[in-house]
């Protein structure tokens, strides 16, 4: 199955939005997490042109912002990266606890329990270590919250901060990219947040694109 691309336009609208993942894209830009507590959804906040905001984005985790901001559709938009939306125009509203966040995502946010295999409706691929998704089998979703049923451990690999996922016989390395220092252990039962990275293609390996799993942060 091809890459398949949303169509329609929404209009811009000023909505309560939680700040639920600030990562890493680069030296100079962020991606960030949120979700919109009106509809119930996961969001990318860009900037106005449909760009990654820059590192000085005041955005932070935990905090509850009032964001205007139209969907990216048609052919601005490459599945599963869904939740992509562009900002006219914020403002601040509060800040929750590391408790009330937790409970928040707990009590309104989808939350997968069990192996990741069952991530990003069952269409990863584990391999060599990694676990990503090709373009015939694309889910309508690049982020998820995850409650993990085995420690994740930290480790620095060629320069790179990791998380490894084992069960059983299963091993997969998770490029952490979180703006937060590591911690050495997530503890089980915990929960992450799960992402798809964009599409490209790994250097020197002659194969099509594919999306790779990284962890975005955990709470």
């Known amino acids: ?14 909505r309560e939005v ?8 680069g030296d100079h830009y962020v991606c960030i997490g949120g979700f919109d507590i009106a509809a119930r959804k996961n969001i990318r906040l860009l900037s106005s ?6 590192k000085d984005v005041p955005y932070q985790i935990g905090e509850i912002w009032s964001v205007s901001y139209t969907a990216i559709s048609g052919f601005n938009i490459v599945m599963p990266h869904a939740e992509d939306v562009a900002v006219s125009s914020y403002h601040r509203v509060k800040q929750l606890g590391p408790d009330d966040l937790l409970d928040f995502i707990y009590s309104n946010c989808p939350v997968k329990k069990g192996a990741i295999s069952t991530l990003f409706s069952g269409h990863l691929l584990l391999e060599n270590g990694s676990a990503c998704i090709e373009k015939s089998a ?3 979703h690049s982020v998820c919250f995850w409650e993990i049923e085995s420690p994740l ?7 790179r901060s990791k998380y490894i996922y084992e069960v059983g016989e299963t091993k997969v390395w998770l490029p952490y990219v979180g703006t937060d220092g590591p911690i050495d252990e997530i503890q089980a039962p915990g929960l992450v947040r799960a ?3 964009r599409w490209w ?8 694109r594919k999306c790779y799993l990284q962890l975005s942060g955990w709470y």
């Open 195 to 197: 992402s798809l990275a």
């Open 138 to 140: 694309v889910p309508d």
């Open 201 to 208: 293609t790994l250097a020197g390996s002659g194969t099509e």
């Open 1 to 14: 199955m091809a890459i398949t691309f949303l169509s329609g336009v929404k209009r811009a609208a000023s």
């Open 49 to 54: 042109e449909g760009k990654p905001p820059t």
């Open 18 to 25: 939680l700040i639920v993942a600030r990562t890493r894209m």
């Open 153 to 159: 451990e930290h480790h620095l690999t060629f320069g």
